[in-house]
């Protein structure tokens, strides 16, 4: 790895997080090109306290994190929720819950529906193979608990059953999918599931030989960092993207970043900028560098180099409704650790979902009618529910998080400070179809633990309050997730699309953005494995156009 700050590169990354961690490790392939990652946070790749999986609880609010609040959310009774973002490389992977969920290929084949024909399922499946490696617990454990992974043994992201492979768990895992198998949803052996509704095993991007989390500032991250062609520099806040415009086009240069020394240099890319730093400072970073809504830049004095109102629209990020359960007192519960145990992928009754369908997600609209096109689909979930053990396993909580929020909100610059945090307006539960959606759900969630299957472990839970109560009760306490995304959509233009399919940034002939807020729409459960995917295939897209010349400059 280079040890000094380059003043020129063929590939300059901003930030060294989840995905661009991925570009850095796939590009630096060939030999032949060299490749700069600017982080703004710190390398604890070699911390075994921020490396323990268990610690990160302890990461968010931390200095690892950027800290984004919320603007008052009128959804949630003007509460100002806090969203966290890693600052560190490795990014959000490093502060993260560990929870390896999958998109449904339903999720994904809605980006195509969005307009962007080239990315569904099937384009995006084999990269999601090609970035993990799954360990499975001894054949005998998986056998009996029916557990089947075929393919996914050479990725750099390492996942784990860290809650199969402890055999003290077993007796609760059997009795959540028999209880879950009691309202008709089946256990869901293969780690990339065909059918999406049901029971399946908690897996965890955890190393199974060091028991520490696997995250991009791993393989991807330390792979990279040992060739002569890449180098990572921590500690360097990008402030702006530099261009050089004509009437022709217009050329991403470099970009301008301050280093941990205080130094502001100005470092050049001849090949391409790759903008990677996350769904918040994305487009923060765009606007700051003159990409943008016009009449916002101009008030605040930004030059306008492409004029794109797109830029920080479509905001999304899953909302949570938490229900405790207090626990019996039995023995098979004595030990168990806290954390995740079990995770189901549940759905409304086919006919309550149309009803809702055909009130609140017009065919006329998008995205609301791509959404309807999923919820109809009788193989696609409408809602997940994690199951999670508190310490001293006195009460467990079940969380539920509705699979596709059609709520959008916004992310914009305030100032033209890079310091300074964007205004972030979630918009939480402006789509009456949310809140709906979640009561119902929640409503359900009060009949888990008077499963008959699940009676022995949960105490006689409340009787579910009317819809309602619940609602006003979600406007009062939904919690939300740490998914954002969608920022920087791949979208058509026209329909509010920041990049096109190449992930190249409309108006530019060199600058792309890969990270989470490219998504067009939210995958249905927690994102990191669509990241390490998009980031995946975006590395050969960009390769591919190195190859055929595609790349302007
Ligand atoms: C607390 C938390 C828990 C989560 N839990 C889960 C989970 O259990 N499972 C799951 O699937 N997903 C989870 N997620 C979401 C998932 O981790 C993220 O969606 C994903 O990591 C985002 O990847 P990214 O590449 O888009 O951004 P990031 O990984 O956040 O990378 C962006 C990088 O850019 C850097 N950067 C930003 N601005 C600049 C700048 N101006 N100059 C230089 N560098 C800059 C940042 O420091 C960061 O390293 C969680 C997220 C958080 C925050």
């Known amino acids: 790895m280079g040890s000094t700050t380059p003043s020129s590169t063929h590939y300059l990354i901003i930030g060294g997080g989840t995905a661009g961690l991925v570009i850095a490790n796939r590009l630096s392939e060939d030999p032949d090109v060299n490749v700069l990652v600017l982080e ?19 990461l968010p609010g931390s200095e690892l994190d950027w800290n984004f609040k919320f603007e008052p959310q009128i ?51 084999p990269y999601l193979r090609k970035s993990v490696s799954v360990t499975t617990p001894e054949e005998e454990i998986c056998r009996a608990a029916g557990v089947e992974v075929h393919g996914f043994q050479d990725g750099p992201i390492q996942v784990t059953y860290p809650v199969l492979a402890e055999e003290k768990n077993h007796s609760l895992l059997r009795a959540w999918e028999e209880g879950f198998k009691s309202k008709g949803y089946e256990f869901t052996s293969d780690i990339l599931p065909t059918r999406m509704v049901g029971t399946r095993a908690y897996v965890a991007t955890v190393d199974p030989r060091s028991g520490l989390r696997s995250g991009a500032d791993g393989r991807y991250g330390a792979e990279a960092a040992k060739r002569e062609n890449v180098t990572v520099v921590t500690g360097a806040m990008v402030r702006r993207i530099l261009f050089e415009k004509d009437s022709e086009s217009v050329v ?10 205080g130094v502001v240099m100005t470092i050049g890319a001849t090949k391409e900028v790759i903008l990677a730093a996350g769904a918040f400072h994305t487009p923060q970073l765009l606007e700051l560098s003159g990409i943008g809504d016009k009449e916002l830049l101009s008030s605040l004095g930004i030059e306008v180099v492409v004029e794109n109102p797109g830029v920080g629209r479509n905001f999304q990020n899953h909302l949570m409704g938490v229900l405790p359960c207090p626990l019996n007192k039995v023995p098979e519960l004595e030990g168990l650790a806290p954390g995740i145990k079990a ?41 997940f529910i994690l199951l999670g053990m508190m310490p001293g396993a006195s009460v467990a ?28 307006d979630a918009c939480c539960f402006s789509h009456a ?36 109560a619940i609602k006003a009760l979600l406007h009062e306490s939904a919690q939300t997730a740490h998914h954002a995304c969608g920022t920087a959509a791949m979208l058509p233009r026209e329909t509010g699309g920041v990049v096109d399919q190449e992930l190249k940034v409309y108006g530019t002939e060199n600058l792309r953005v890969v990270d989470a807020s490219v998504f067009p729409l939210l995958p249905h459960g927690n994102p990191v494995a669509t990241v390490y995917a998009v980031a995946e295939r975006a590395a050969d897209i960009i390769k591919g156009d190195a190859d055929t010349g595609n790349t302007t400059v």
């Open 40 to 58: 703004a946070g710190p390398d604890r790749s070699s911390d075994p306290e921020i490396q323990n999986p268990d610690a990160w609880h302890a």
């Open 75 to 125: 959804g949630l009774n003007n509460r100002e929720p806090e969203h966290p973002a890693g600052k560190v490389l490795g990014g959000s992977s490093v502060i993260n819950g560990s929870v390896y969920v999958p998109p449904s290929p339903a999720g994904i084949d809605a980006w195509a529906e969005l307009g962007n024909t080239k990315w569904n399922w099937e384009t995006l499946e």
């Open 252 to 261: 991403a240069t470099g970009v301008e970043v301050a280093l941990s020394d």
């Open 343 to 383: 995770l189901a992928f549940v759905r409304l009754d086919g006919e309550e979902l149309a009803d809702l369908a055909a009130r609140f997600l017009p065919d006329d609209q998008v995205p609301d009618k791509v959404i309807r096109g999923i919820l109809e689909k009788p193989n696609e979930a409408s809602a």
């Open 397 to 424: 909580v079940l969380v539920m998080i509705p699979c596709f929020p059609a709520s959008r909100g916004n992310i914009h610059v305030a100032s033209t400070d890079p310091y300074a945090q964007p205004k972030i």
């Open 433 to 468: 179809l949310d809140v709906e959606l979640m009561a119902r759900h929640l409503q359900k969630l009060h009949e888990v633990p008077a499963l008959p299957a699940l009676q022995h472990f949960f105490q006689p839970p409340a009787a579910a309050p009317d819809l309602e």
